[in-house]
């Protein structure tokens, strides 16, 4: 079955850096559709970053410039580079399968497949 293991959170002060990793198995990255949800407590998850087969990716706006989505082919694992991190990006962070590929399904939590255990990041002032 699929499954999916997210790692390297913690806990950093505004500005730092972190890299997320997510390790498949029973599904490989270069061949379909994947990303990146958060959730706050209270809030409904939602989307941070995807990636599409042909590699074309979408970020939220409020993380463009500043998060990079990727994937290593070979190792079969994503990727999610966090940078110039600020409080508001504290949640737990799931790497996530999605069914459909287009588009404008690519933040919906209802399009997605599989979830990984989730990650917890925390951004202090």
């Known amino acids: 079955q699929v499954q999916l293991v997210e790692s390297g959170g913690g806990s950093v002060q505004a500005g730092g850096s972190l890299r997320l990793s997510c390790v498949a198995s029973g599904y490989r990255f270069r061949s379909a559709c994947w990303g990146w949800f958060r959730q706050v407590i209270g809030k409904e998850r939602e989307g941070v970053a995807a990636?599409?087969?042909?590699?074309?990716?979408r970020y939220r706006d409020d993380v463009r410039g500043r998060f990079t989505i990727s994937r290593d082919n070979v190792a079969n694992t994503a990727y999610l580079q966090m940078n110039s991190l600020r409080p508001e990006d504290t949640a737990m962070y799931y790497c996530a399968t999605l069914r459909s590929c287009s588009w404008s399904a690519s933040f919906e939590p209802d399009n997605v497949v599989t979830w990984g255990q989730g990650t917890q990041v925390t951004v202090s002032s």
């Open positions: 990636m599409f087969s042909s590699s074309t990716t």
